[in-house]
């Protein structure tokens, strides 16, 4: 009995500990894995709604709201009709608002437009083209922003252009700020997820194909360095060879006749 009851008691405390082992692996493959669905959604959706050549806008706008920033981002791809009349073929809205009731900021998606995606949802959309269906995605962020802009480049909070911009770039963060004097919200580096996706795809890039003539080792200058100013040194490639005039041409060329005619009445033994 008393050998039963041991390994009755120690099967339990194994089971337990191997349920707490599982549930903080998975709690944390969770933590890791839904920023990742999200910011792969937002890529997919710029990447199905941009497209060459069409109508198509993206804007972005940021807000404070009680210390949290709030965030709209809308894509919107149009077509016309036979009167010239701009249709909603595409349109997806990402959108943050700050629950002070849960202290944590609720991230939506929105999508209507001719485009079926979802048939309940995109039926309520026709039905009210004006109102947008949103969905509520997760309610544990406690920072989301969307900037205009790549890591180059200064970074721009709103953006309500027509043109496309080059990039966007999306932060995020599931941790608890860190405290400060100023009562700003700051997120260790490490606790901010971001990801810079691109949106124009046919912009024009420039770069430089350095020549290997001028390749020096010790003085390696970035190629593709737009503001590096090109042709300082001339390339040899570019050089065109020296020819030769038309009036020195026809004189060597009836030197060498004459010399091989002389050689010929000599081996012949018949002088000029």
């Known amino acids: 009995m008393v050998i039963g009851s041991l390994i009755i008691v120690v099967s339990a405390a194994l089971l337990i500990r191997s349920t707490k082992t599982f549930k903080s692996i998975e709690s944390v493959l969770d933590e890791n894995t839904l920023p990742r669905e999200i910011l792969h959604m937002i890529s997919q959706d710029v990447e199905d709604i941009v497209s060459p050549g069409a109508d198509v806008f993206l804007h972005v706008q940021n807000k404070t709201y009680k210390g949290h920033n709030e965030t709209r981002l809308e894509i919107t791809s ?41 048939a309940i949802l995109d039926t309520q959309a026709r039905e009210n083209p004006d109102s947008l269906v949103f969905v509520p995605l997760t309610d544990e962020l406690t920072y989301f922003k969307i900037f205009v802009g790549n890591m180059q480049e200064e970074p721009l909070s709103q953006w309500l252009s027509s043109r496309l911009p080059e990039a966007i770039r999306i932060e995020m963060s599931f941790a608890q700020p860190i405290d ?18 691109v949106v124009d795809m046919t912009r024009r890039i420039s770069f430089t194909v350095p020549d290997i003539k001028d390749y020096d080792k010790n003085n390696i200058e970035e190629p593709n360095d737009v503001d590096r100013k090109a042709g300082n040194q001339e390339s040899q490639r570019d050089k065109k060879p020296q020819e030769l005039t038309t009036e020195e041409t026809p004189e060597k060329e009836s030197g060498n006749v004459e010399n091989l005619r002389d050689k010929s009445l000599l081996i012949n033994g018949v002088s000029r």
């Open 78 to 118: 149009r077509v016309y009709d036979k009167k010239r009349t701009p249709v909603i073929l595409k349109r997806v809205v990402w959108q943050s608002k700050y629950d002070p009731g849960l202290d944590r900021i609720v991230l939506y998606r929105s999508r209507s437009g001719l485009a079926a995606a979802d």
């Open 180 to 197: 400060s004097i100023t009562n700003e919200q700051k997120f260790a580096p490490e606790d901010v997820l971001s990801r810079i996706i």
